[in-house]
């Protein structure tokens, strides 16, 4: 897009406005705007990336602009320093006030960032996070953080060979490679529309963070075996679980959203798989989980959290999530946790999990389990991992993926044991 319209410019300033109320997930605002202003896909494209550079930058930007700065400044200001666009591309589109503002604002000295600033995080996640950590590696996960993630794929192994997988696309000229732990995963080079590939549409992959891969592995169910994803969603996982264990034995998808499920269901079928049977239940005490209450060989919770490690593809959180919302949620955490514990049989493997950087959500609720439910005990997730070929150099017992070291999404998991 050589040159921009004024009529684009206003669209984006429109669609950033609403974004900035933060009522709704950036996705869901962003999908509405898109239907209510019938915008096409060059048009949505360029809107969103305007959005989302906006989003990760809002700090940094409203300090180079100034404490007087509305949302078209913003805007401006992030296609000029973020989104690859400059004046003449811009000198058409805007009246001759904006020019001259631009102009002058690219002219003047960068202005002096505090840390929260420098990160484009919010203050008390800077407290957080800078209490784990230097001040060197906080500002290197935050640039992590800030920019866009890749295309993750994993290969379905009931249909194909990742090698297979990777000839056929590089045939194609769509550059991927290997991903550099999960032995199913692929990332791509570009971000290719996929939704209409036959490789997505016969079920032979799909799109999922290395991350989230690697969890899977950390439950490893083996074939016939009973297993639970307790927190199923739109069953990323829980394909990958069922491919691990070749559509034998039974794995139930439990989820308290019917709508999440039901993305499950097109997935389903593509698969191939047989053994999964998706549940919804109204809440961790449902009849259908007690009724499996010490009979599940394996049990993965990948519990509802501030989602602080998906910044990366999600950066309305940081400014969405408070430190009221993760008090909150670290009492539901610890409720699923508990209750999930009770479906694990002796000898059974549980493996606690969430996408979130913060240890309230992490370590604190492993470790207070624990305390109170001794028939548990911490599992290494490296010796894990690494009884499968995969080779990770973690820090403790328990896994810590960030965006700055692995590539990944942060996550984070604990593999517990139950006594035989």
Known sequence: MKTLSSSLIDLTVDACRELLQFRQPADAVLSAFFRA??????????????AYALLRRKRSLAAWVGPQADVRQLVLAALVRHG???????????????????????????????????????????????????????IALARALNQPAPLDLRVNTLKARRDDVLARLDGEGIAAAP??????GIRLAGKPALAKHLLFLDGSIEVQDEGSQLLGHLVAPKRGEMVVDFCAGAGGKTLLLGASMR??????????SARRLAKLKPRLARSGLSNVHPVVIANENDVHVKRLAGKCDRVLV????????????????????????????????????????RLVKPGGRLVYATCSLLPEENEAIVDAFLAKEPQFARHSAREVLAGQGISLDLKGEDLHLSPHVHGTDGFYAAVLERAK
């Open 247 to 256: 559509s034998t034995g039974r794995l139930y998808a439990f989820d308290v």
């Open 179 to 184: 991903c550099p732990f999960a032995p199913e």
């Open 302 to 341: 990948d519990a509802p959290c501030s989602g602080l490690g998906t910044l990366r593809r999600n950066p309305d959180l940081k400014w969405r999530q408070t430190p009221q919302d993760v008090a909150e949620l670290t009492a539901k955490q610890a409720a699923i946790l508990a209750a999930a514990a």
């Open 37 to 50: 202003r019938h915008c096409g896909p060059r048009e949505r494209a360029f809107i969103a990336e305007a």
């Open 84 to 138: 690859g666009i400059s004046l003449r591309m811009l000198d058409t589109a805007l009246p001759k006030r904006d020019a001259e503002w631009l102009a002058a604002l690219k002219a003047q000295p960068e202005p002096a960032l505090t840390l929260g600033e420098e990160t484009d995080l919010p203050d008390w996640l800077v407290e957080r996070l800078g209490a784990l950590m230097s001040q060197d590696e906080l």
